[in-house]
């Protein structure tokens, strides 16, 4: 089981972008999805989450107001949809799944399934 992110890419600061997690092979209407970044040189940081059944969810600080997060339970899919991107959005973003009704970003740990990453490049 790896969920499987697509969307990134290159775009002006002030784009927009959405970034979709496919997970197969597990109960996925059962997983809270987890989206995760890291830049160069930083250490991985939350960014969104949505629980199991999409009545919880929780942005980072830096993605308020700008990141949307919600989930296709027929398509086994979690978007992200970024708008008004920054610069200091450039990062590798990961979606990551968690067997929980309601999501959290402090324990990564607790995620068991990580994808492999989607690179997203925001130019100024």
């Known amino acids: 089981v790896q969920p499987v992110e697509s969307g990134g890419g290159l775009v002006q600061a002030g784009g927009s972008l959405r970034l979709s997690c496919a997970a197969s092979?597990?109960?996925?209407?059962?997983?809270?999805i987890g989206w995760f970044r890291q830049a160069p040189g930083k250490e991985r940081e939350g960014v969104s989450c949505?629980?199991?059944?999409?009545?919880?969810?929780v942005y980072a600080d830096a993605a308020k107001g700008r990141f949307t997060i919600s989930r296709d339970n027929a398509k086994t899919t979690v978007y992200l949809q970024i708008n008004n991107l920054k610069p200091e959005d450039t990062a590798v973003y990961y979606c990551?799944?968690?067997?929980?009704?309601?999501?959290?970003?402090?324990?990564?740990?607790?995620?068991?399934?990580w994808g492999r990453g989607t690179q997203v490049t925001v130019s100024s």
């Open positions: 949505i629980g199991s059944g999409a009545g919880n969810t």
């Open positions: 092979g597990l109960a996925f209407e059962d997983y809270a």
């Open positions: 990551a799944a968690d067997l929980a009704i309601t999501c959290g970003l402090a324990l990564s740990h607790r995620y068991d399934y």
